[in-house]
């Protein structure tokens, strides 16, 4: 079966960092996407990687592994704005999104 | 109006009712989805509308009936619910064959099933 792995809940502190992994295994691999939903809100889009490496975009970088079958998200300088939950996403070979079950990040003062 | 909107934003309703969920997006895409969003669960895929073709999971109930009359506009019929049904259910669009295509969320309608 297909399956998306991450943590169910971090906590991290204002002005720190903290990685976010996703593990995953799917028939097929088209890309892997990062989402961002904050309580009550619509998931909106992150980043997206389907090379291996690092790509970066202000405060937020998301890096692939495909042969690991492995992403993280890191998040620089946390402010209070970025408790939300985080949804780690991959296309698998039909073009189909297969979602993880979010992972819930907590910004303590 | 911009991105994709849904209406309503609440609902509740009993068992034996008949309702629907609106969805339009405003971006020119040609691909429409609705999923549903449970509590520490992953969202579940429910339907796509893809290029005028229909995509459909086979396990969804068939309670739960989709309707896309063009390209902007998708619907959610739905009737006989069961209270496991509650859930936030989210539309969502994207242009097929760009780079990414990443897919565009509406705030969802939170249903309520008593």
């Known amino acids: 079966g297909q399956n998306i792995d991450q943590p169910t809940e971090m906590t991290a502190t204002e002005g720190a960092i903290v990685q976010i992994n996703c593990t995953y295994q799917t028939s097929g691999f088209n890309g892997l996407f990062w989402y961002q939903q904050h309580a009550g809100e619509a998931p909106t889009f992150l980043s997206y990687n389907v090379l291996d490496g690092l790509e970066e975009k202000g405060r937020f970088s998301s890096f692939l592994s495909r042969s690991k079958g492995y992403s993280y998200l890191l998040l620089k300088e946390l402010q209070m704005k970025d408790s939300a939950s985080y949804l780690c996403a991959v296309r698998d070979s039909n073009y189909q999104l297969i979602w993880g079950a979010g992972t819930k990040l907590i910004i303590k003062p | 109006e911009t991105g994709v909107t849904q209406t309503p934003r609440h609902l509740v309703m009993g068992m034996t009712n008949k309702k629907s969920l609106k969805c339009e997006q405003h971006?020119?895409?040609?691909?429409m989805y609705w999923y549903k969003q449970s509590a520490k669960k992953p969202l579940e895929l429910m339907f796509v509308?893809?290029?005028?073709?229909?995509?459909e999971n086979n396990s969804v109930p068939s309670r739960f009936s989709p309707e896309c009359p063009n390209s902007s506009h998708l619907f959610l019929h739905l009737h006989t619910l069961q209270p496991e049904d509650s859930a936030l259910y989210l539309c969502?669009?994207?242009?097929?064959?760009?780079?990414?295509?990443?897919?565009?969320f509406g705030p969802g309608t939170r249903l309520t099933v008593t």
């Open positions: 971006l020119g895409h040609n691909a």
């Open positions: 969502a669009s994207s242009q097929v064959a760009a780079s990414s295509y990443e897919q565009y």
């Open positions: 509308y893809s290029l005028e073709e229909r995509v």
